[in-house]
């Protein structure tokens, strides 16, 4: 291989005892490689470039005195301030070593122009569809006609991306980041069987429909090796959520509408929102989901439902400062997740807990909260605290109520409300 490459060769020492197989001694530089089950080769020598592969099967030093092998190696690159550490793997559960290092980073996505409408996305299995007919009875499948006819539908205009169109969204596409919240100068990108040139949407449908007639097993090995994704490991099944009899857009006498939006920049910025309509004896259902493109276009879509102010409820997780001074402008509440069970506070001469927080106010400059107006020159906007786990718990509770969507519910609002599964994590 050294001989094959010209630029690798001419840094090939003239003493050829130099290179051996697991210890190569070039003109500029020393290149080793250690198998990640010996914690004395993990030990024993500084480095300033350290690439580890498959890092999931490394031991996590379970059972032994030593630290886990992620942890040796990479103690290695310590005594050179400028060092680069690259790891990369097939994930494969949720607590999994590189899973957790994946986190920890900016969580780059590679985001790929449509070629209809031109919005960029990232590229999901939810999104990947075939003709229904192949579906001949419950499990079986004409697996010709789903590989013929499979396709990737656009998020945006639902536009119809076939195989030939996505070597071009390749070229054009770029690697953005998702997590402003991670480790300063730590990258982790993560790229799915989606993307690679040569595997086409039918043969990867193909693959999965096999993959799941094949069980639990088969199933995993999809998740993990096709789409880079951790297999949840959980007990329960997926919920049916039965639609209504009604169409989308359809508005009651006497329902209350509530608006919700979800402000995302990954990709430009955009919000993913719901409206949905209550009764007095508090039943909701959805009337309308989509994407929006600004914050003009999420006031119209109030204005056309004739949602009132208070009722529109404004995600702050990202752009904080933007979301704030937007909610000032037009009367709307912030929302921030927490990740808390319960908030205390004093209801008469009682500390009560709810799973929701007073109302606090939003600084649309500093992007920070305060409990008080008194003292301030400029307008606030009412910030709401809830928790994460317990509102997804009564939202799990209430996808299974019927009527909870319209007959015409998009499908992506239904990939968004699969996206995520309760599991139980264990300690360690």
């Known amino acids: 291989m050294i001989d094959d490459c010209p630029i690798l060769a001419k840094e090939k020492p003239d003493n050829t005892d130099k290179i051996k197989i697991l210890e190569q001694h070039f003109r500029k530089m020393s290149l080793w490689f250690v198998g990640s089950n010996s914690p004395a080769n993990l030990s024993s020598r500084s480095v300033a470039l350290l690439l580890l592969d498959e890092v999931d099967k490394f031991s996590d030093g379970t059972g032994s005195k030593e630290a886990g092998a992620l942890q040796l190696a990479e103690a290695r690159v310590a005594t050179y301030p400028n060092h680069l550490v690259v790891s990369t793997s097939t994930p494969t559960t949720a607590d999994s070593i590189i899973w957790a290092e994946?986190?920890?980073?900016?969580?780059?996505?590679?985001?790929?122009?449509?070629?209809?409408?031109?919005?960029?996305?990232?590229?999901?299995?939810?999104?990947?569809?075939?003709?229904?007919?192949?579906?001949?009875?419950?499990?079986?499948?004409?697996?010709?006609?789903?590989?013929?006819?499979?396709?990737?539908?656009?998020?945006?205009?639902?536009?119809?991306?076939?195989?030939?169109q996505k070597t071009k969204m390749l070229r054009e596409g770029e690697w953005m980041p998702t997590n402003p919240k991670g480790e300063p100068g730590r990258r982790s990108y993560h790229l799915s069987g989606l993307y690679a040139p040569w595997a086409t949407f039918g043969s990867l449908a193909v693959k999965f429909l096999q993959d799941k007639h094949g069980g639990i097993l088969g199933l995993q090995d999809f998740v993990n090796r096709v789409l880079a994704e951790p297999w949840l490991e959980h007990?329960?099944?997926?919920?049916?959520?039965?639609?209504?009899?009604?169409?989308?857009?359809?508005?009651?006498?006497?329902?209350?509408?509530?608006?919700?939006?979800?402000?995302?920049?990954?990709?430009?910025?955009?919000?993913?929102?719901?409206?949905?309509?209550?009764?007095?004896?508090?039943?909701?259902?959805?009337?309308?989901?989509?994407?929006?493109?600004?914050?003009g276009d999420i006031k119209a879509k109030q204005d056309e439902f004739g949602v009132e102010d208070k009722c529109v409820f404004i995600d702050s997780g990202d752009q904080t400062r933007d979301v704030y001074l937007n909610c000032c402008v037009n009367g709307w509440i912030a929302l921030v997740g927490s990740d808390k069970t319960s908030f205390s506070e004093i209801s008469g001469d009682q500390r009560v807990q709810r799973p929701y927080s007073r109302l606090a106010n939003g600084d649309p400059f500093s992007?920070?909260?305060?409990?008080?107006?008194?003292?301030?020159?400029?307008?606030?906007?009412?910030?709401?605290?809830?928790?994460?786990?317990?509102?997804?718990?009564?939202?799990?509770?209430?996808?299974?109520t019927d009527g909870f969507i319209a007959e015409d519910t998009p499908d992506v609002w239904k990939v968004h409300i699969d996206a995520e599964v309760k599991v139980e994590v264990k300690n360690p």
């Open 102 to 164: 994946w986190q920890k980073g900016d969580m780059r996505f590679y985001f790929v122009p449509c070629p209809h409408c031109a919005m960029k996305q990232k590229l999901l299995w939810g999104q990947v569809k075939w003709d229904e007919k192949a579906k001949l009875q419950e499990g079986v499948y004409d697996f010709s006609i789903v590989k013929s006819s499979a396709y990737y539908e656009c998020e945006g205009c639902r536009g119809k991306i076939t195989d030939g």
């Open 235 to 295: 007990d329960q099944e997926k919920i049916e959520i039965k639609p209504g009899a009604y169409r989308m857009g359809e508005v009651r006498m006497g329902e209350k509408l509530i608006m919700a939006c979800d402000i995302q920049e990954a990709g430009g910025f955009h919000a993913w929102c719901i409206v949905r309509a209550w009764d007095a004896e508090g039943k909701s259902r959805l009337v309308w989901a989509g994407r929006l493109e600004t914050w």
């Open 367 to 400: 992007g920070k909260t305060t409990g008080s107006k008194i003292g301030w020159k400029w307008k606030l906007c009412p910030v709401w605290r809830w928790s994460n786990p317990v509102f997804k718990d009564i939202l799990a509770t209430l996808l299974k």
